[in-house]
């Protein structure tokens, strides 16, 4: 509905104007004001898309209360009545912004074409920008897709379809800048996922991931105006004033600066070191200040890896428990320690690893080093090994759980396709999540569970149609569907010909193999 406003210090003009238009385009919600001054004060209030301005008003007249109005309400359409026939007046009218004039007095048909003709391009604006406006949000979707795409790639070495560079130029980054990594623990609601991400994006140039195991991590390119140490001081107290100091659970590491993409991930792991400092002052730590502590905080770093690594381990982060071992060993190396001592002590760490393995019912054997390290190349490249072996086992194991827990899926689905099964359902019977059942058919299968579902069902159906006593009523009511209709639509989307088309070829193929 299109809100019009007719100002006219005549109450005559103004109701006989409202009558012409009300009988013209009924759907118009029509408001009227008696002077300038009220059309102002108006059109603040009711934002109207098309104004009917008389021009010689006392008081503020309807040029003076165009300019105001304009500034309030700048996509307002004016059709400006006056009953002076000058071309200086309708020269300001066109400057201020006035879509077209009418003369007093009008005819009706006069009134009716003109108005006409501006209420169509009010209705095209507003499918343009309707338009528009989606294009910027699916823009904008897109963008947040990508980006969270780049930032895995950059820091988890996944390969994807797109490379990192071709997603960089999309979203054109300048990779000259320099860039840290800023990890956010985070623990809440997804809530407070959204604000971080949003005061993040309105803190400058940065590149936001995804929210995983309760870790935001975050590439920040470098503001060459303020310090490296500013600049991430500022990011860290915006970020964690979303929550409350006094909150539990929040936590900000900070890598070191690196001069390209390539170089990233050296920041995140960093930043991930960094986050082990939990017992700080502060809630923000870099991963700089780590290297000055001394052997009492190692001590205390290893007491907390192994508090830590379980959860870690049965939670599959492969990754961030390699990242956390290596990351101690550099520290132990630049403390100068004799890599022989060290490796009783990352053995320790990883003897945990493996009771928590078996723990979980995953056969893993004690790990042992196969020698005695001369350097930390040697050591970090065995300790390496023995992370990989351990991870080996862990991946078969549940690669094998997954394929078991898809072939049980598959058979219920199967024997109670004529049942009404959700998800929900699903997930209940077989003691898994409804998003991991939909995963596992994704991944395993390329299929979502209704797709097969609804396979299954007409597997069923095909076979009833060999029948003849069977009706396509009763076939699709016995395999599932309780609307015949739907079945029918269903089926030939399937099969590409209607049950009843299926049905008549079956039995007649089958009566003339009986024939001969």
Same mark, same amino acid.
């Given at each position: 509905?299109?809100?019009?406003?007719?100002?006219?210090?005549?109450?005559?003009?103004?109701?006989?104007?409202?009558?012409?238009?009300?009988?013209?385009?009924?759907?118009?919600?029509?408001?009227?004001?008696?002077?300038?001054?009220?059309?102002?004060?108006?059109?603040?209030?009711?934002?109207?898309?098309?104004?009917?301005?008389?021009?010689?008003?006392?008081?503020?007249?309807?040029?003076?209360?165009?300019?105001?109005?304009?500034?309030?309400?700048?996509?307002?359409?004016?059709?400006?009545?006056?009953?002076?026939?000058?071309?200086?007046?309708?020269?300001?009218?066109?400057?201020?912004?006035?879509?077209?004039?009418?003369?007093?007095?009008?005819?009706?048909?006069?009134?009716?074409?003109?108005?006409?003709?501006?209420?169509?391009?009010?209705?095209?604006?507003?499918?343009?920008?309707?338009?528009?406006?989606?294009?910027?949000?699916?823009?904008?979707?897109?963008?947040?897709?990508?980006?969270?795409?780049?930032?895995?790639?950059?820091?988890?070495?996944?390969?994807?379809?797109?490379?990192?560079?071709?997603?960089?130029?999309?979203?054109?980054?300048?990779?000259?800048?320099?860039?840290?990594?800023?990890?956010?623990?985070?623990?809440?609601?997804?809530?407070?996922?959204?604000?971080?991400?949003?005061?993040?994006?309105?803190?400058?140039?940065?590149?936001?991931?995804?929210?995983?195991?309760?870790?935001?991590?975050?590439?920040?390119?470098?503001?060459?105006?303020?310090?490296?140490?500013?600049?991430?001081?500022?990011?860290?107290?915006?970020?964690?004033?979303?929550?409350?100091?006094?909150?539990?659970?929040?936590?900000?590491?900070?890598?070191?600066?690196?001069?390209?993409?390539?170089?990233?991930?050296?920041?995140?792991?960093?930043?991930?070191?960094?986050?082990?400092?939990?017992?700080?002052?502060?809630?923000?730590?870099?991963?700089?200040?780590?290297?000055?502590?001394?052997?009492?905080?190692?001590?205390?770093?290893?007491?907390?890896?192994?508090?830590?690594?379980?959860?870690?381990?049965?939670?599959?982060?492969?990754?961030?428990?390699?990242?956390?071992? *290596?990351? &101690?060993?550099? =520290?132990?190396?630049?403390? +100068?320690?004799? @890599? %022989?001592?060290?490796?009783?002590?990352?053995? #320790?760490?990883?003897?945990?690893?493996?009771?928590?393995?078996?723990?979980?019912?995953?056969?893993?054997?004690?790990?042992?080093?196969?020698?005695?390290?001369?350097?930390?190349?040697?050591?970090?490249?065995?300790?390496?090994?023995?992370?990989?072996?351990?991870?080996?086992?862990?991946?078969?194991?549940?690669?094998?759980?997954?394929?078991?827990?898809?072939?049980?899926?598959?058979?219920?689905?199967?024997?109670?396709?004529?049942?009404? *099964?959700? &998800?929900?359902? =699903?997930?209940?019977?077989? +003691?898994?999540? @409804? %998003?991991?059942?939909?995963?596992?058919?994704? #991944?395993?299968?390329?299929?979502?569970?209704?797709?097969?579902?609804?396979?299954?069902?007409?597997?069923?159906?095909?076979?009833?149609?060999?029948?003849?006593?069977?009706?396509?009523?009763?076939?699709?009511?016995?395999?599932?569907?309780?609307?015949?209709?739907?079945?029918?639509?269903?089926?030939?989307?399937?099969?590409?010909?209607?049950?009843?088309?299926?049905?008549?070829?079956?039995?007649?193929?089958?009566?003339?193999?009986?024939?001969?």
């Amino acid at each position: 509905m299109i809100q019009v406003l007719i100002v006219d210090d005549e109450q005559i003009e103004r109701e006989g104007m409202k009558a012409i238009l009300h009988q013209s385009f009924p759907s118009l919600v029509l408001l009227e004001a008696r002077n300038g001054s009220a059309a102002i004060e108006r059109a603040k209030t009711s934002k109207p898309e098309l104004i009917l301005m008389d021009i010689k008003m006392p008081g503020i007249n309807g040029l003076e209360a165009l300019a105001q109005i304009m500034k309030e309400c700048p996509d307002a359409k004016f059709i400006m009545v006056t009953a002076y026939d000058t071309f200086d007046y309708m020269r300001k009218a066109i400057k201020l912004g006035a879509s077209d004039y009418l003369l007093k007095p009008s005819k009706a048909s006069d009134i009716i074409e003109t108005v006409g003709k501006v209420l169509k391009e009010i209705v095209f604006e507003r499918k343009s920008r309707a338009k528009t406006e989606l294009q910027q949000s699916v823009l904008q979707q897109t963008r947040t897709v990508i980006e969270t795409d780049l930032v895995t790639q950059l820091l988890f070495e996944h390969i994807h379809e797109v490379s990192s560079n071709i997603l960089a130029q999309i979203l054109e980054i300048n990779t000259a800048k320099e860039m840290f990594v800023v990890n956010v623990m985070i623990k809440g609601s997804t809530t407070s996922y959204s604000m971080v991400k949003e005061r993040v994006r309105r803190s400058g140039n940065c590149l936001v991931g995804a929210l995983s195991s309760s870790q935001l991590p975050i590439i920040v390119f470098r503001n060459s105006a303020v310090s490296f140490r500013s600049q991430a001081i500022s990011l860290s107290k915006e970020i964690l004033s979303v929550k409350k100091i006094t909150d539990e659970g929040w936590y900000i590491g900070i890598g070191n600066v690196y001069p390209t993409l390539a170089d990233v991930k050296k920041s995140y792991q960093e930043s991930l070191i960094a986050m082990m400092g939990k017992t700080a002052p502060s809630r923000y730590r870099f991963y700089a200040e780590i290297l000055v502590e001394g052997d009492r905080s190692l001590e205390q770093k290893v007491k907390q890896i192994k508090e830590e690594i379980p959860d870690q381990i049965r939670l599959g982060q492969w990754d961030l428990v390699r990242t956390v071992i *290596i990351g &101690l060993l550099e =520290l132990f190396e630049h403390q +100068g320690e004799n @890599p %022989i001592q060290v490796q009783q002590r990352i053995l #320790e760490i990883l003897w945990v690893v493996s009771h928590v393995l078996n723990d979980v019912g995953i056969e893993a054997d004690t790990p042992l080093f196969t020698y005695q390290p001369n350097d930390y190349l040697q050591l970090r490249n065995e300790t390496g090994k023995l992370i990989d072996q351990m991870r080996d086992r862990y991946d078969a194991y549940y690669q094998r759980l997954e394929a078991d827990n898809v072939e049980q899926i598959k058979r219920y689905i199967m024997e109670h396709s004529h049942e009404e *099964i959700s &998800l929900e359902t =699903l997930g209940k019977r077989m +003691g898994l999540s @409804p %998003i991991y059942i939909s995963k596992l058919f994704k #991944e395993k299968l390329g299929i979502n569970y209704i797709d097969f579902l609804t396979k299954c069902r007409i597997e069923k159906a095909k076979n009833l149609m060999r029948d003849p006593k069977k009706s396509i009523k009763e076939i699709a009511i016995e395999v599932g569907y309780h609307e015949p209709n739907y079945f029918s639509k269903v089926f030939k989307r399937t099969v590409h010909v209607s049950p009843k088309e299926y049905q008549n070829a079956i039995l007649g193929k089958w009566k003339r193999m009986r024939k001969y």
